[in-house]
């Protein structure tokens, strides 16, 4: 009789044992695998991150590329035009070329032939007058004496 108490503990003790491995086994399989997920994402998020840079720079050099095709366009059609169109279009053509090159100029150069640049307040008509950034500007003066305060009674 007291063998068969220790065949059934051991099997109870088995049994128990093999469950308790397959819970702890079965933890470190889900981290191996998770970290084996974790590492293929960050590859291929650092393989997008390349291929979003190899593409913006793609398109930055193909659009820099259409702007000078654009310009040999134009600055082709322009001398076409002189030569071949009467005198009245190439003159357009040439106050078109003026009006594009100031527009690619310096707009913060104040010469006497380029419009000064916007700004954000009004000049002074005088002097005297007070600037729209003074502190006080708009505000009228009070008289704060203690005769002009009005008085509260009861």
Known sequence: MTWLIGVISFAIGLIVGAILYK?????EAKVQMLEEKLEALEHEHESYKDNVHAHFNNTAHLLNNLTDSYKEVYRHMATGAQSLCPEYISDQLTHSAE???????DTFSESPNEPAPP??????????????????????????SPDSIPRITD
Request: charged share 40%; net charge negative; no cysteine.
């Open 23 to 27: 819970q702890f086994k079965s933890d």
């Open 99 to 105: 009006a594009q090159e100031s527009l690619t100029r």
């Open 119 to 144: 700004r954000d307040y009004a000049d002074k008509v005088s002097p005297d007058q007070k600037g729209s950034l003074s502190e006080d500007y708009g505000l009228d003066k009070v008289d704060v």
